[in-house]
């Protein structure tokens, strides 16, 4: 997957996903990660609680030392390729379902906001209603906050955003004044692409009624999905935008797999797969590179395992 996303998307950096680890947490750590376990709250505040790479560091530590020795031998691999193909197409169109119900519900459901919270109207105007309930929840920490302007450097103001009941809990925030562009110490917006509650507070103080749009991520806009759309009949459609080329090369990735699945059990089967992927080869050749690109991709149901 690392060299699939460097060649696909070569601007982004890959990160293990913290919700694919979760998911593994009761599978894996079912005698130690269970509700009310010491174990579970120590990973919880591992996660979410700590804001700097060397506290982080420090916790992850002093847990792993402690429970190491008990693991060992305990996690194996299991799952074979065909069954992985399976599971990931029943995955996918878990997810794909999921994506369409949270935009129907984002677009016919309106959220009830107060007219003189503007970030708030603003941020019910361009989210899903999934992110602005998390969007909603970092505004609503704003009021456990103090903010103080502590220098000002080519443009560049510095605050200090402390908790009015822990003062030993402050993050510092630089902000370009002219742009709005900043970031904080506990780097929740490059961890999960939601505002945190010290930047909205700088906001609040600043009188900034509108989310800037670099803060925004097209994926957690209403119609995120628009360019994606599959039908009754398994038919999926793009509208000629630039992620088009990545839908369409994920596709083949998906359907070259099961095939390969159907063809590895036997020799035969296996001759027939190399001689079609041959042919298919010297048509490909064969296409012109500046070929314009399709609006339509074809499922095709004989290929479903």
Not at 33 to 46: L, P
Not at 169 to 189: A, H, I, R, S, W
Not at 213 to 228: E, G, S, V, Y
């Amino acid at each position: 997957m690392k060299v699939a996303i460097a060649q696909v998307f070569p601007n982004t950096r890959h990160r293990l996903c913290i919700w694919h680890i979760k998911k593994k947490f009761v599978e894996k750590l079912s005698q130690v990660y269970f509700k009310k376990s010491k174990f579970k709250k120590d990973v919880k505040i591992c996660i979410w609680a700590t804001y700097r790479k060397e506290d982080f560091e420090k916790r992850w530590i002093e847990l792993i030392e402690g429970v190491n020795s008990f693991f060992d031998g305990f996690v194996t691999s299991t799952t074979n390729l065909k069954e992985f193909v399976v599971k990931d197409d029943q995955a996918l169109k878990r997810i794909v379902k999921r994506e369409n119900d949270e935009d129907f519900e984002s677009e016919h459901k309106f959220r009830i906001v107060n007219d003189n919270e503007f970030l708030l109207k603003h941020g019910a105007k361009i989210y899903t209603r999934n992110v602005f309930n998390k969007f909603n929840d970092e505004m609503s920490g704003v009021f456990h906050y103090k903010v103080e302007e502590v220098g000002n450097a080519n443009g560049i103001q510095s605050f200090i955003v402390k908790s009015k009941e822990h003062e030993v809990k402050k993050f510092e925030v630089p902000l370009d004044l002219q742009t709005y562009m900043g970031v904080c110490e506990c780097q929740n917006f490059e961890f999960v692409g939601i505002l945190c509650t010290h930047i909205l507070k700088v906001f609040v103080r600043l009188d900034i009624d509108a989310i800037p749009d670099h803060f925004i991520l097209p994926r957690w806009r209403q119609k995120a999905n628009k360019f994606r759309i599959i039908d009754s009949e398994g038919l999926v459609h793009d509208d000629g935008k630039e992620e088009s080329e990545a839908l369409r090369l994920g596709h083949m990735c998906q359907e070259s797999t099961k095939l390969a699945c159907l063809a590895a059990p036997s020799n035969e089967a296996y001759m027939i797969y190399i001689e079609a992927m041959n042919d298919l080869s010297k048509k490909l050749l064969k296409v012109p590179k500046n070929t314009p690109n399709l609006n339509l991709i074809v499922l095709d149901p004989i290929l479903m395992i």
